[in-house]
């Protein structure tokens, strides 16, 4: 080897070894070796997981024992489910309560159920129907981050003075319907702003609930019930009544939800249904908007369907094999304390979980219409996850049946004939392959 | 000596021979013996036979997934052999600051596939994308590329031209090999270019062609990034809900690991079979210098 090769050769190994160093010092810069790391894996990027970094800090101060250690994961799901088959998964996983069956069913989960009666956490703490979404055949799987309920956002400026308050704005689906033809605006064939687009915005999949359906009632399940059929006839009356094309030209212009390209934003639409995290991105892109939030008009020969709003509930579970349970749940239970919930939740212009709410909450929190939403939460109307592990194939067929039905490939009636055929095959299957009955 | 030369070739290769086993041989054989069970991830699996590929055999979607896959890879992979010769032949002239070009075709290949899959949304929103409008301008019809079943297939086979440059760049290499004494033997002849294109370029950049045409056939059959980003669970209407998909969703979401496995090797057999059957096909077409 020749002097300069010796040389070329190791500043090489100089600089792998210190690349070697240098990543590891940036990796490890959050944890703290005199105490007991608990790795906490969250979905959240940006604002959201600023507003959470703010908890683990809160936490990380409050004692000398435990440090949690945050990061921030993409496809935190299937991530987690690996891992914990792997043998080595997060103390804690920031999850949505979707995956409470799912996982709950691949024995993925710690049972938090003796944890919360060592901290004294009760299922009244909570509001019921965000409880339901965390109980999985009797034993409880997670706690609560923040949660979220939808409620029909409308633009004051695009509507006519006879509905242009929360107090005039239509209460049933008919009145809806008369406003729809009063705000649509169609230029040269082509529709340039519409009141309203069923399947915009937030819960989407949803709308059985309106009308009094359902797609899974025990262990059955009903995609193709008769109310499920009448909800979707309405939602694809929307597409027939304006041209399939022309909707489908119209909706190809919707952009991300978080972007001034957000149909509400960009006015194409004056009312979407959306959680409470949508008064921020309005802020943020379209802060000239002048906007008031009310509950989903019923329809008008279901009043007892007032009060419709889908729920969204991030939250932390512990996945098996967690080295350090105890340590995670301590953690956990900090984040459900009144003051570190309601910090949490206005930071991430989320509603509370919890049952108690202070008045501070609700006078402070930058989305002017929290009570709103806050009550809606509370509705007996509310809706939650379905309770099954095979949900993300009833969605999958569900979404499948819709755009047939959208496409006018199918009727409503034989769309979801079809998908309830081949989700009662999957369902046996699932039960047989998943659940081992 | 030779033994020592032999511990020391091993010695070097043995991180290579290690990662192989641990991370190719092991996934692959368990693989195989997942097929054959009930295996949901985290319980243990369960020995079902042959169950998962009979199941296979009578599901719609995996059939609907099978022919949609089918339909990319026979319009995808001529089209995109085409324009790749094509393109290459083109940047095999003698003009002035050809290595610019060159580049120029080759740098989109090497924009990763989620980028790729969020600029084609713009670019083919119907309503205001670039392409539709550039059509109105024209006066020419504007088709809703993304949510029309019928036309959104096109939209990605379409897409899928846009990484040709690696084989074009495989093309450049082998036309530049051709022997320049054909060319003139054939000029001598009084050949056309056409004439020349398709009794001297052909035949000798054959094998490349058939090594392109099995690579690419190959990655089709595997099409996963780009519709997964442009077309959320195939849609509309499962139009472009691709094998791959299907295998994907089957194993992390429906946790199905072990049908998911059966799914894996059935493509493995069925892209086995294919490229077995091309190879044989090809003896008639591929001309080859030492034979």
Aim: net charge positive.
């Amino acid at each position: 080897m020749t002097h300069s090769k010796t040389i070329g050769a190791a500043a090489l190994a100089v600089l792998f070894a210190s690349s070697v160093v240098i990543s590891e010092r940036t990796a490890s810069r959050q944890t703290r070796s005199d105490r007991i790391v608990v790795t906490y894996w969250e979905k959240w990027t940006k604002d959201e997981m600023k507003a959470m970094k703010t908890i683990v800090d809160r936490y990380n101060a409050s004692q000398s024992r435990v440090f949690v250690k945050m990061l921030s994961i993409s496809g935190i799901a299937e991530k987690t489910l690996l891992a914990a088959s792997g043998g080595n998964p997060p103390d804690v996983a920031g999850l949505w309560s979707d995956q409470v069956c799912q996982f709950g069913d691949a024995n993925a989960l710690v049972d938090l159920t003796p944890y919360a009666k060592r901290y004294g956490i009760k299922p009244s703490d909570y509001i019921p129907s965000y409880w339901k979404d965390l109980i999985h055949k009797g034993k409880l799987y997670a706690l609560p981050t923040s949660p979220g309920s939808s409620a029909l956002y409308v633009n004051q400026d695009l509507m006519p003075p006879e509905y242009n308050t929360p107090k005039k704005f239509p209460k049933t689906l008919s009145q809806l319907d008369r406003l729809v033809e009063t705000v649509t605006v169609k230029k040269n064939g082509k529709i340039e702003r519409l009141a309203f687009m069923p399947r915009s915005g937030f819960g989407g999949g949803s709308w059985p609930y309106l009308f009094g359906g359902a797609l899974v009632r025990g262990d059955k399940i009903t995609v193709n019930d008769r109310d499920n059929v009448r909800a979707w006839t309405w939602v694809t009356s929307f597409a027939k009544r304006f041209g399939m094309a022309e909707t489908q030209q119209f909706q190809s212009t919707f952009g991300v939800t978080s972007s001034q390209d957000n149909p509400f934003i960009a006015k194409r639409l004056a009312c979407i249904m959306e959680g409470p995290w949508f008064a921020n991105f309005i802020r943020l892109y379209g802060h000239e908007t002048k906007w008031f939030a009310v509950p989903m008009p019923y329809p008008d020969d279901r009043p007892d369907c007032a009060g419709y709003t889908v729920l969204n509930l991030n939250t932390l579970m512990i996945p098996r094999g967690a080295k350090h349970p105890d340590e995670a749940f301590d953690f956990i239970a900090f984040v459900q304390k009144q003051n570190n919930m309601e910090l949490l939740c206005r930071l991430q212009y989320c509603n509370t979980p919890l049952s108690r709410v202070s008045e501070e909450f609700l006078a402070n929190h930058p989305n002017p219409y929290i009570r709103v939403f806050d009550a809606l939460a509370r509705s007996p109307r509310a809706v939650g996850r379905e309770r099954t592990g095979f949900l993300n194939q009833i969605q999958a067929e569900v979404s499948n049946a819709v755009d047939q039905m959208d496409l006018g490939q199918k009727t409503p009636q034989e769309a979801l004939d079809d998908a309830q055929r081949r989700l009662e095959e999957g369902w046996q299957k699932y039960q047989k392959q998943v659940l081992g009955t | 000596m030779k033994r020592h030369a032999a511990m020391v070739g091993w010695l070097f290769a043995l991180p290579w021979v290690i990662g192989s086993l641990l991370f190719l041989a092991y996934p692959l054989l368990a693989s195989i013996f997942y097929s054959f069970t009930n295996y949901s991830v985290l319980r243990s699996p369960r020995f079902i036979g042959l169950d998962n590929y009979r199941e296979l055999v009578h599901d719609e979607v995996f059939l609907t997934t099978l022919k949609n896959t089918a339909l990319y890879t026979i319009s995808a992979v001529p089209l995109a052999t085409v324009i790749a010769i094509a393109l290459a032949m083109l940047l095999n002239t003698k003009v002035k600051g050809m290595t610019v070009y060159r580049t120029i075709f080759f740098l989109p290949s090497l924009v990763p596939m989620i980028a790729l899959g969020v600029l084609w949304l713009w670019v083919f929103n119907s309503q205001n994308g670039l392409l539709n409008e550039s059509l109105r301008w024209l006066g020419l019809p504007t088709p809703n590329w993304l949510d029309d079943p019928t036309v959104a297939r096109w939209t990605l086979v379409i897409i899928s031209m846009w990484g040709c440059g690696n084989a074009m760049i495989i093309y450049l290499a082998a036309l530049q090999d051709v022997p320049t004494a054909l060319y003139e033997a054939a000029d001598l002849d009084g050949a056309s270019s056409w004439l020349k294109t398709r009794h001297v370029t052909l035949p000798m950049i054959s094998p490349v062609i058939l090594f392109n045409a099995i690579m690419g056939f190959i990655g089709a059959m595997q099409t996963f990034a780009l519709p997964y980003v442009m077309f959320p669970g195939g849609r509309p209407a499962r139009s472009n809900y691709f094998f791959a998909m299907y295998l994907y969703d089957n194993a992390f979401l429906f946790q199905r690991m072990g049908y998911a496995s059966a799914m894996g090797w059935i493509m493995f057999v069925v892209t086995l079979i294919l490229t077995l059957m091309s190879l044989k096909v090809s003896s008639k077409f591929v001309h080859y210098e030492a034979s």
